[in-house]
């Protein structure tokens, strides 16, 4: 069934309370080594799948990455892929608009990143910024030149919500399976990754002074996500929030979700036509013939 089950996954009715929502790990979750064993498993599931998806040629599947900064996404999306096929696969980072994306509507550069059908396509960062980092700073819609008098007010961000609703519905409709994973950090445990990237001098160059100023907008950030999650959590695009204060932890289950939603697609290899079938023995005897 896709939606998966999962107690990750967020509400369908608005429910969706953001503060409710663990970071943690559960209390009984699987010692590291167990987590590791299991992606390990996951990693290979997910192989064989792919080739199925591959083959079959009439889905592609999309997993969208959001979360705080140092909430873990690149380290997630390659452990989580480890073991595919990278010929399936294409992961897209999302940074600042170009001028050239600004000239458009905000769908038009993730539409242009789809994947294909039979293929893994990953978004790092999305279409969800601009109902997050843009509902923080309004003041980047200066620079959206948007023919709208007064852009900004709720019935612009609801606007622009129903909009990502219905176009990834459309998305659904036409083979492109949506699932999307908000990483649950806490704000003391980015504040710990921060100090480690400071003291580690391997971890140094991924220290940006511009995310810890970012860190002062937290309490702001959590309220637009918890209106995205809310607003665009549909059976036909969910969203997982997932516990991200411990790595491992959350891999496995993010590769869990991954791998249970391939395996609820009718998925199969295609039929071998009977005219080609019929043709299999003579053309067995052919190369048989040929041999040595
Ligand atoms: P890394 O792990 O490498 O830091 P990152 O995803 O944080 O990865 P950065 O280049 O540090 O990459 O940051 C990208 C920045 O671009 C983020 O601050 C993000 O909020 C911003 N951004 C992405 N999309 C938009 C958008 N549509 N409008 C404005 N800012 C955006
Ligand atoms: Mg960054």
Known sequence: MHPVPSPYLVPFDGSFRLADAPQA???DAPSEKKLEDHLDDLNEELADLQRVLYAHN???LLLVFQAMDAAGKDGTIRKVLRGTNPAGCQVFSFKKPSSEELDHDFLWRVARRLPERGRIGVFNRSHYEEVLVVRVHPEYLAGQNLPVAEPGTEAFWSRRLSAIETWERHLADTGTVVVKFFLNVSR???RQRFLARLDEPDKNWKFNVGDVEERRHWDAYMDAYEAALSATSRPWA???A???DDKDYMRATVAGIV???LKSLPLAYPPVAES???RFAEMRALLEAQGG
């Open 25 to 27: 790990p559960p209390v």
């Open 58 to 60: 009439r889905y592609a």
């Open 188 to 190: 003391e445990e980015q």
């Open 238 to 240: 969910p969203w997982y």
């Open 242 to 244: 997932v516990p991200a």
């Open 259 to 261: 791998v249970d939603t």
């Open 276 to 278: 080609d079938r019929a």
